[in-house]
């Protein structure tokens, strides 16, 4: 390993993190929902410690955090979020912040490296409330009539209601200064077993994959169950079963090996034992880095769905609900992590996408953003078993840092 002076402290980097679990634990995660009272601590915490690392920073109108320093030269953020999902992990967001945390209190008071890591803290990236409301913002793509429309998925809290609450709602939103930092640089755990089961430290984030969204709606004939003969049915719920079978018999043939689609939600209607439904709602999702190629798998899906409903003799109508431009990771950024794993991580590194979105695909709209893995215990996360070891913790915090010092000296 190069005898770099940037020196990482894991031991305060472990402790950090421990700390953030205490807020709103839940068995070994956390229970972290945006703009809960636990969510807000865990902001006023990362507040109080910006000044370690020469920064100042408050909790901004939507919730973003973001620590800016004076220090002359390049600036370079970094961060990820501090909310969690419902009843989850305690790693998956607070990693990123706690790196760019460490980066800026390595890196800000080194007066041989010129510039700075500002660190951010972006709110809702879990979608409680909306899409990336937090980092959306930032970029200017969060309108006065988006906040007005957007309510908890949990319990149809207003937006308005919640910033009210957090006595949040006369702070004005904190908008990107163009130009101000080279760059993004964004740190999570990998969420799958990729790393794990090769025995690899550091995933080198190529791209972000983009999401796309279906509603697939079919009607059927609601009828009673026990009168009307199986020749004379137009069963919705077997259509949607079947439809569900015949996406996952034909894709495979048409998708790349790292495409993810997933039937999330299926309703039944009216849902009783004994009537045939007459009404079913499929909830469908494809991700993907490559737009072509979602293209044809949406077309797929469509010629599908009529061959159903020929056979089934319902109707199955297919509506595309949400369109995701997947996100190009910067082949600097990229480059950096990588050189940093060489020294650091034994080059026991990967080029690969990230299957899940992250706020760093919102911050590649109007800056170069790069994002690094380090391995998930299982591939579980979005659960409160998440976890990964704490030598993988430290090693990637040293990766990270050094990604930085090397972007900051480019």
């Known amino acids: 390993?190069?005898?770099?002076?940037?020196?990482?402290?894991?031991?305060?980097?472990?402790a950090d993190l421990t700390a953030l679990r205490a807020i709103g634990a839940y068995?070994?995660?956390?229970?972290?929902?945006?703009?809960?009272?636990?969510?807000?601590?865990?902001?006023?915490?990362?507040v109080d410690r910006l000044p370690?690392?020469?920064?100042?920073g408050e909790i901004d109108g939507i919730?973003?955090?973001?620590?800016?320093?004076?220090?002359?030269?390049?600036?370079?953020?970094?961060?990820?979020?501090l909310e969690s999902q419902n009843f989850a992990g305690w790693?998956?967001?607070?990693?990123?912040?706690?790196?760019?945390?460490?980066?800026?209190?390595?890196?800000?008071?080194?007066?041989?490296?010129?510039?700075?890591?500002?660190?951010?803290?972006?709110?809702?990236?879990?979608?409680?409330?909306?899409?990336?409301?937090?980092?959306?913002?930032?970029?200017?793509?969060?309108?006065?009539?988006?906040?007005?429309?957007a309510h908890d998925r949990t319990d149809n809290r207003s937006m308005r209601e919640a910033l009210r609450a957090a006595g949040l709602a006369e702070r004005r939103r904190v908008s990107a200064q163009r130009g101000?930092?080279?760059?993004?640089?964004?740190?999570?755990?990998?969420?799958?077993?990729?790393?794990?089961?090769?025995?690899?430290g550091i995933g080198v984030v190529t791209s972000i994959v983009g999401i796309w969204q279906y509603r697939i709606i079919i009607t059927g004939e609601q009828n009673h169950a026990g009168t009307t003969r199986m020749k004379d049915r137009r069963d919705a719920g077997l259509a949607a079963a079947r439809l569900c079978v015949a996406i996952d018999?034909?894709?495979?043939?048409?998708?790349?090996?790292?495409?993810?689609?997933?039937?999330?939600?299926?309703?039944?209607?009216?849902?009783?034992?004994?009537?045939?439904?007459?009404?079913?709602?499929?909830?469908?999702?494809?991700r993907d880095d490559n737009p072509a190629l979602v293209e044809r798998l949406e077309a797929l899906l469509r010629e599908t769905a009529t061959e159903v409903a020929t056979a089934t003799g319902c109707s199955v109508e297919v509506e595309c609900i949400r369109t995701g431009k997947p996100a190009m990771m910067d082949e600097k950024f990229q480059q950096a992590i990588e050189e940093a794993a060489s020294d650091f991580a034994e080059g026991k590194s990967i080029r690969m996408p990230s299957g899940a979105g992250h706020d760093a695909q919102v911050l590649a709209t109007i800056m170069p953003a790069g994002m690094l893995f380090v391995p998930s215990i299982g591939g579980i996360s979005h659960h409160w078993s998440e976890?990964?070891?704490?030598?993988?913790?430290?090693?990637?915090?040293?990766?990270?840092?050094?990604?930085?010092r090397r972007l900051l000296s480019n």
Not at 52 to 56: E, K, R, T, V
Not at 277 to 286: D, K, R, T, V
Request: proline residues 7%.
């Open 91 to 149: 790693l998956d967001g607070p990693l990123g912040v706690v790196y760019a945390l460490e980066a800026a209190r390595v890196i800000n008071p080194d007066p041989a490296i010129k510039g700075a890591v500002e660190v951010a803290s972006w709110c809702d990236e879990e979608g409680h409330f909306g899409h990336f409301l937090g980092s959306r913002s930032f970029v200017g793509d969060v309108t006065e009539e988006d906040i007005d429309a």
């Open 180 to 200: 101000r930092q080279i760059g993004y640089l964004e740190a999570h755990i990998e969420q799958g077993r990729t790393l794990e089961s090769s025995g690899l």
């Open 1 to 14: 390993m190069a005898d770099h002076p940037t020196k990482v402290d894991g031991a305060r980097v472990l």
């Open 52 to 56: 370690q690392a020469g920064l100042a």
């Open 387 to 404: 976890n990964t070891d704490d030598a993988d913790i430290v090693r990637g915090a040293e990766v990270f840092v050094d990604a930085c």
């Open 249 to 286: 018999d034909r894709f495979p043939a048409a998708a790349d090996p790292r495409t993810l689609w997933t039937t999330g939600r299926i309703t039944l209607d009216p849902g009783a034992p004994s009537i045939i439904p007459g009404h079913a709602e499929i909830l469908f999702q494809i």
């Open 27 to 46: 068995k070994t995660g956390v229970h972290r929902p945006t703009f809960s009272e636990p969510h807000l601590s865990s902001l006023k915490w990362l």
């Open 63 to 81: 919730g973003n955090v973001l620590g800016i320093s004076t220090k002359p030269g390049p600036k370079l953020l970094a961060g990820s979020h």
